[in-house]
């Protein structure tokens, strides 16, 4: 044991700029030129990370490219499941394709000297075999080299790692809670993305944390618990002391449900929001706190009746409130987020690009009747971070980001200082970085990641190392 543990100490004293107290994460990890380099080569390469989702290939041979700094994977639906390739030609390593598309009968042509391959990453051509020696042709070596991958909630996630722990054991139980939400039947009703002139880390943990709404989002801090303090007491009870009265306290959270709907987009879709609208005028206890446990119910039910209904694939919300912790944001290691409030989702993926940039997308997410036709979502062009056509929820938080990347350079500016209650989220997944860059045991890591992936606004907890 004693050994271990100085293993350990050496390996995490490998790790520059390593986090030595949860409170406190060193500026430089979010800049540092190295610190990125290392995760390039030790975090990156060893993670599951969402690829595509699953309706950018609805039909045999749709392919997409999946990009993550320098290396591209090929993502396509085969006859047989969905499959994964390195994109590069088995003959001078010209990536094979670009984007997104259907290979249909032709398959994958490079288009240097036109070697072609199946959509099951077979070698099906080379021009002028009688030019090549028989030991450059092996047929073990012609065809495309295969990229780990596995689906969940939706989604196909790659690992360049073949000996990683599977997708779900990696994610641990956020999976069983998203599940118990359908995630797997949503559907994208838009794509957006741009390209953030920060770190992707730095992006992420906007999103950690919902203490920053009282100043960033000052529209959703006036309707959630006006004139007070969100962290001081619950909601209900915030409200219940402002001495509203019941109708008035359902049109205070029929007006924050619009504030999302129209800020953020997916978190409440058109259908949910016209239910709330049509449920203002309800009979309702005669004390607020009774009067919003009601409506809430109300509203749970008739998103649920509603849209099975209709043929939505609706699941039981008032059950799932019941019996499954409820998070606001939900995130899977190392880039991925889920946002649930009902029946929709908003979420977000983030890739790095540089030491001080990197590509963030979101998605709105929403149930559909099973049967509807719908077109494939295509991945939208990047736009710059201060376009004023991005929602107004992101479009503020993106306002902060650039300024916090040129304030961590400051002279004397050394760490961020984490509140442990609230904050907890960006410390524990900035240790389980430290871990990969530290190249502890696997297993240690695949638990660290059942912890980390979690709720925001939680506490620092222990990761086991």
């Not at 099973?370 to 991005?390: G, I, K, L, N, T």
């Amino acid at each position: 044991m004693i050994a271990q543990m100085q293993d350990l100490k050496t390996d995490f004293e490998s790790v520059p700029f390593r986090v030595r107290d949860p409170e406190l994460i060193p500026a430089r990890r979010y800049y540092d030129q190295r610190f990125f380099d290392l995760e390039r080569e030790r975090l990156w390469p060893h993670v599951w990370q969402m690829a595509c989702r699953l309706e950018e290939i609805p039909q045999v041979g749709d392919w997409i490219e999946y990009r993550i700094l320098d290396r591209s994977v090929i993502v396509v639906r085969t006859k047989s499941g969905v499959k994964a390739f390195h994109n590069a030609c088995r003959h001078r390593g010209v990536e094979l394709a670009q984007g997104h598309g259907n290979c249909g009968n032709q398959g994958f042509v490079c288009p240097f000297h036109g070697w072609r391959y199946n959509m099951d990453g077979k070698n099906t051509f080379v021009f002028g075999r009688q030019l090549f020696s028989d030991k450059c042709l092996e047929p073990s070596e012609l065809d495309l080299a295969p990229c780990r991958v596995e689906s969940w909630g939706g989604c196909a996630f790659i690992n360049f790692d073949d000996r990683a722990a599977s997708l779900t054991d990696s994610l641990g139980p956020v999976t069983g809670r998203l599940d118990s939400r359908h995630v797997d039947k949503l559907k994208v009703e838009w794509w957006h993305s741009a390209v953030l002139p920060v770190n992707w880390k730095l992006a992420m943990e906007a999103f950690m944390e919902g203490y920053h709404v009282m100043r960033t989002h000052p529209q959703l801090q006036a309707l959630l618990m006006p004139g007070a303090d969100r962290y001081a007491g619950d909601a209900a009870r915030a409200i219940a002391a402002r001495k509203l009265s019941p109708k008035e306290g359902v049109e205070l959270a029929v007006a924050l449900l619009r504030s999302l709907h129209e800020g953020m987009g997916g978190m409440i879709d058109a259908r949910e929001m016209a239910i709330a609208d049509s449920l203002r005028a309800m009979e309702l206890p005669e004390d607020v706190v009774g009067a919003l446990k009601a409506f809430d119910r109300r509203l749970r039910g008739e998103i649920t009746t509603q849209g099975r209904a209709r043929g939505i694939p609706v699941f039981d919300l008032n059950h799932v409130a019941e019996t499954q912790p409820f998070h606001g944001v939900e995130f899977l290691f190392p880039h991925y987020f889920l946002l649930p409030m009902y029946s929709a989702m908003s979420s977000y993926r983030v890739r790095p690009l540089t030491a001080e940039s990197c590509l963030f997308e979101i998605w709105a997410l929403a149930l559909f009747p099973e049967d509807e036709r719908r077109d494939r979502p295509v991945a939208p062009v990047p736009r710059a971070h201060d376009d004023q056509s991005f929602p107004q929820i992101p479009r503020q938080d993106y306002a902060n980001l650039p300024r916090q990347q040129r304030g961590l350079h400051a002279k004397g500016f050394d760490h961020m200082r984490l509140s442990g209650r609230v904050e907890g989220m960006i410390s524990n997944y900035q240790r389980l970085i430290d871990g990969y860059l530290a190249g502890i045991d696997p297993s240690r890591l695949v638990k660290a990641s059942q912890t980390v992936c979690s709720g925001y606004d939680g506490p620092i907890l222990d990761l086991g190392f």
